[in-house]
């Protein structure tokens, strides 16, 4: 097949998302699906809620880069837990909220205990419109490399 000429193959067919892509890095040879990649590009939108806790450090969201927040209900406050720093080496993760989010509504990102956010064991709060927030891990704790706000 790698005589072939593009003209030459097998019409397309729609991509599924469990498809492997390969790539070779150095003598390397890697792979990953399409819905692996597509987690690098889009956002995973989630709906916050007032006295509502939620784990990201679920298989769900193991390979999400960017959340999108929307708040629902009254005033309050929304907790939310980082996935794990020790399992997640060199992941930058983003976050930003919509326009529903108003000075009385919070959503809270914690590090998993005993792990830390910039040296802290306390959350970073999102509480207005448009508010970013971008962290990375070093494969022990989390840091904050970028805000917007």
């Known amino acids: 097949m790698s005589n072939k000429k593009i ?14 892509i390969v790539v070779v890095q150095s003598s390397e040879t890697k792979k990953a699906t399409l819905h692996q990649i597509k987690n690098y590009i889009v956002s995973e939108h989630l709906t916050a809620e007032p006295d509502v806790d939620v784990n ?7 390979e999400v ?5 929307s708040w629902n209900g009254g005033s309050g406050t929304a907790d939310y837990t980082l996935p794990s720093a020790s399992s997640n080496p060199n992941r930058i993760i983003r976050f930003i909220s919509d326009s529903t989010f108003v000075n009385n509504t919070h959503l809270d990102l914690y590090p998993k205990s005993p792990e830390t956010l910039d040296g802290s064991v306390n959350a970073y709060r999102i509480n207005k419109a448009f508010e970013g927030l971008a962290i990375w891990s070093d494969g022990t704790e989390w840091y904050i490399i970028q805000k917007k706000a």
């Open 7 to 20: 003209s030459d193959l097998n019409s397309a067919t729609a991509l599924q998302g469990d498809e492997s």
């Open 56 to 62: 990201l450090d679920v298989s769900t969201y193991d």
């Open 65 to 69: 880069r960017m959340f999108k927040f």
